[in-house]
């Protein structure tokens, strides 16, 4: 009699689809944690949104400053350290978010709050140099730093400012980072993708508290106007179970082949015949 053997291709076909049904598992629960992650900081969220707005002081403590609350302030605007940050889209328009540090009490050693006053179009702020070159409009820092008396702010605080990919990471290019050192740029406003409040802090030499205030409240009359639109962490968790759901109809598919595959191998093997 010869003897059986299950051949290679046989073999081939059970490893690939017990691998895919291992890969198409991990990634359904890769869905799911990821479903779970947005449920989390939803429910966070909710939750320090509910309690009772704080207003910031030098000595509020930090377990009184967390994400997402709503909060007050009073200070005196540091306009010589604003910084736009670019490529911020609102209802789909290109602009850039204006951020301004705000001195909490007049002394200068006493820490500030870096504030996002608001968004605004990209052709309120940049303007065409005759080589025809974009660059932020030297005059709108001007603009912008009229403010001398003490304002009060209100609105939501983040953990940090909302970040966008930088491709040019991977590169060393220092197209739009953050200066070094920022002595005062009320005449000329630099424009950075992201910005990290342990840069800004080393940049400025400023005091700063852990988290950034997005403002809600206007700005005075003569300050363009600016929305305050802020970006929050997506809610949508049912869109990761819809993929988990697609992740493991297919783990499904590819285990009901396994076993398909295994059990007429089997079967022949017992009566046998090649595989």
């Keep these: 009699m010869a003897s059986t053997h299950i051949n ?23 869905q799911l944690d990821r479903a779970a992650q947005r449920d989390a900081i939803f429910s966070e969220i909710r ?9 910031l002081a030098v000595d509020t403590p930090d377990s009184e400053l967390l994400p997402w609350r709503h909060a007050r302030a009073q200070g005196n605007w540091l306009h010589r350290y604003t910084v736009l940050i670019q490529n911020r889209n609102d209802q789909g328009r290109p602009g850039y978010w204006v951020a301004t540090p705000l001195q909490l009490t007049s ?4 820490p500030a709050i870096l504030v996002l006053r608001g968004w605004l179009p990209r052709e309120t702020v940049v303007e065409q140099t005759a080589g025809n070159a974009a660059r932020p409009d030297p005059e709108l820092g001007r603009i912008l730093a009229q403010q001398k008396d003490t304002h009060h702010v209100s609105g939501q605080l983040f953990p940090h400012v909302p970040r966008l990919l930088e491709l040019w990471t991977w590169s060393d290019s220092d197209q739009a980072r953050l200066p070094a050192t920022l002595v005062d740029t009320r005449d000329e406003l630099p424009a950075v993708q992201n910005l990290d409040l342990d840069d800004y802090r080393r940049a400025t030499g400023l005091a700063l508290l852990p988290v950034v205030l997005a403002a809600e409240s206007p700005e005075p009359a003569y300050v363009p106007a600016m929305t305050q639109n802020w970006p929050h962490p997506s809610s949508d968790s049912d869109t990761n179970r819809g993929y988990a759901l697609q992740w493991f109809s297919f783990c499904a598919i590819a285990a009901g082949a396994w076993l398909f595959i295994a059990w007429r191998a089997v079967r022949k093997y017992l009566s046998g015949k090649s595989v």
Excluded: Y
């Design 107 to 110: 002394d200068s050693h006493a």
């Design 8 to 30: 290679f291709r046989t073999w081939l076909a059970l490893l690939l689809l017990g691998a895919l049904t291992v890969l198409f598992a991990t990634l359904g629960n890769w």
């Design 47 to 55: 939750q320090a949104a509910s309690i009772p707005p704080v207003t």
